[in-house]
Structure formats: structure tokens, C-alpha cells
């Protein structure tokens, strides 16, 4: 059986069990579910790829979550201050990703952020045509565009 299938059944019946179906019940009973599941991983024939892929999931939500505050700050800086200190370019980001899905949340991350948009992917799904308002330095925008979220995302979806 799936091990995220059966860590759902567990919240569900841990939700069922305090006869409360809220998210928050839900949300306890998966991770009461998921630390079960990480302790009983001997019946199971050992070690799973399901809980290296939550670890990288959470990690990859709290670094969006970090990089949406950071750049949320930096973008009311500079929409509140007096002087402009935005240098907007389009930068083309050669990708590393290659699933319609990987490509569809790097994208997508990269839009939520504010300051960046992403505008097109070509058609050889090779780049990544971004709109950066802090682009001072184009290399190291796309640098840590690829070094930071793209990462993060390859890792998710990694075997």
C-alpha cells in the first residue's frame, strides 16, 4: 500500500476518533500518521522514499515562504522610499528541469515571488524567459533563480 495513502487513512481516523473533521485535526493526525508510519518503517521492508520526499516538500514550502518575505519587503522598500532602486530586465534561464509539472511550479513559484515573473517558456522547454525588477546583476539573478527554487524543485520530484 502507498505510504501516503495509509498516512491519510491515519489522519482521517485520527480526525474520526476526536469525532472533530477540521483541518487542524486533520492536519495533527498526518503528522501523528507520518511519525507513526517513520518509526514502524521496519514492517514496511525498511526505508521509503515517501518521507525523504516530505522532508524536501516542507523544505521546499518553508525556502518559498522565506524568499516571498524577503522579496515582498524588498518590493514596499522600494515602492515606499522616495528613489527607485528597481533595474527591471528580462533574463532568459536556461532550465534543468524537464516534467510538465516540475517546469509548471518552477514557473509558478518564480511568479508568486514578488519582483519576478516568469513571461514564457520556449518551445524546446530549454528556457525560461523571466522578468526580474531587481536585475543589477542578470547572472546573479538567474543564478539564484536555478540555485534556489529549480533546485529545491528537482529534488521533489527526484527518485
Not at 483541518?23 to 501523528?32: E, K, M, N, P
Not at 507513526?36 to 524536501?56: E, N
Not at 522616495?82 to 524537464?98: F, Q, R
Request: charged fraction near 15%; proline fraction near 5%.
Amino acid at each position: 500500500m502507498n505510504l501516503f495513502l495509509l498516512n491519510l487513512f491515519l489522519a482521517v481516523t485520527w480526525a474520526g476518533l476526536w469525532g472533530s473533521f477540521t483541518l487542524t485535526q486533520l492536519a495533527f493526525g498526518f503528522v501523528i500518521g507520518f511519525i507513526t508510519l517513520w518509526i514502524a518503517q521496519p514492517l514496511f521492508g525498511g526505508p521509503s522514499g515517501y518521507y525523504l520526499r516530505a522532508y524536501r516538500i516542507v523544505r521546499l514550502v518553508l525556502f518559498f515562504l522565506y524568499d516571498l518575505c524577503v522579496s515582498s519587503i524588498r518590493v514596499a522598500y522600494d515602492v515606499l522610499t522616495p528613489t527607485d532602486h528597481s533595474n527591471p530586465a528580462i533574463l532568459e534561464m536556461p532550465l534543468d528541469v524537464k516534467s510538465d509539472i516540475e517546469i509548471l511550479l518552477v514557473t509558478n513559484l518564480i511568479s508568486l515571488t514578488p519582483g519576478t515573473l516568469s513571461l514564457d517558456v520556449t518551445p524546446d522547454r530549454k528556457t525560461l524567459i523571466v522578468h526580474a525588477m531587481f536585475a543589477d546583476d542578470p547572472d546573479a539573478v538567474i543564478a539564484s533563480l536555478k540555485s534556489g527554487m529549480e533546485r529545491m524543485v528537482k529534488e521533489v520530484f527526484e527518485e
